[in-house]
């Protein structure tokens, strides 16, 4: 079992739209705001999805190179890109992600139905997408939405080899509607099905909706690491919105305090992570 716990903010999304959500971080000035306050709380990486003009999810090159170049130079964060983008995103810009060079991006192992929309994440996608990061030492997190994402993985890393780094890192993603449940049981079959992955392969967890607590409380105990923030989650309590990302660190921060899992630094973090 892992001693600290790796803390990932996920701050923005693609889903949420700012007139619903005021205060999701949309510009690049809310984003590099909330992704210091974050570090100093006890993040360790920021998963990123970016905003236009208009506020609308977009996957455009240039503020994909601005926004990791900002993250770098005011923070010491894991900058970690979104290739998911959202729902709507052709695979060209998806895989285009990586041009911008982050320490990390996401892989998602494989389609669901995401609410009423599909997330398509082909087989021939992913494998471009690891080999593509393979190469350009970009280290992957594999988004794990169904237990059968894993079972992909296990076909992917012994197709084409570990990556970058060789340390496999996947973050369950639970509670979408067309994925698994956030539940404790969801967890612990999640967390067995890892025995078929690479030796020494870590995990986050991270909840959607009001499944947040219980993913959080489950994967701390499970030994896993946690995401939170607005991506997931902008309801704090029954009728409280989220007032901030950092209101949702900082609770994460105290419940892996309490599990005697402090928050690993950000250097602590690219050890675990092999970057
Ligand atoms: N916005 C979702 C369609 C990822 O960032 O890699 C996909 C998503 C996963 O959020
Ligand atoms: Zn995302």
């Given at each position: 079992m892992s001693t600290g716990t790796l803390i990932t903010v996920a701050p923005t999304g693609a889903e949420s739209a700012k007139a619903e959500v005021p205060a999701l971080p949309v510009t690049l000035d809310e984003l590099l705001l909330t992704a210091k306050e974050c570090e100093a709380l006890g993040a360790a990486v920021i998963h990123?999805?970016?905003?236009?003009?208009?506020?609308?999810?977009?996957?455009?090159?240039?503020?994909l190179r601005d926004t990791v170049a900002a993250l770098r130079e005011s923070t010491d964060l894991i900058v970690q890109l979104s290739s998911g983008g959202a729902v709507t995103d052709p695979e060209s810009a998806r895989l285009a992600v990586l041009d911008a060079g982050p320490d990390m991006a996401s892989c998602t192992m494989g389609t669901l139905n995401f609410g009423d929309d599909v997330f398509l994440n082909r087989w021939e996608f992913i494998v471009d997408l690891h080999t593509r990061m393979q190469e350009r030492g970009i280290v992957p997190e594999y988004e794990i939405f169904d237990l059968g994402h894993l079972t992909a993985l296990q076909r992917l890393l012994g197709k084409y080899g570990l990556p970058h780094g060789g340390h496999v890192h996947v973050d369950f993603v639970m509670g979408v509607p067309g994925g698994m449940p956030g539940t404790t049981q969801a967890l612990v079959a999640a967390h067995q099905a890892l025995r078929d992955l690479?030796?020494?392969?870590?995990?986050?967890?991270?909840?959607?909706?009001?499944?947040?607590?219980?993913?959080?409380?489950?994967?701390?105990?499970?030994?896993?690491?946690?995401?939170?923030?607005?991506?997931?989650?902008?309801?704090?309590?029954?009728?409280?919105?989220?007032?901030?990302?950092?209101?949702?660190?900082?609770?994460?921060?105290?419940?892996?305090?309490?599990?005697?899992?402090p928050p690993l630094t950000t250097a602590e973090a690219r050890t675990l992570l092999g970057l």
């Open positions: 990123v999805h970016i905003r236009d003009d208009e506020a609308r999810p977009t996957l455009d090159q240039g503020r690479p030796e020494g392969t870590t995990f986050s967890a991270t909840g959607i909706g009001r499944s947040t607590i219980p993913v959080l409380l489950a994967s701390l105990s499970a030994g896993g690491h946690l995401r939170v923030g607005m991506e997931d989650t902008v309801t704090y309590a029954k009728g409280q919105p989220v007032e901030s990302n950092m209101q949702l660190v900082a609770r994460a921060v105290g419940f892996a305090q309490l599990a005697q899992r």
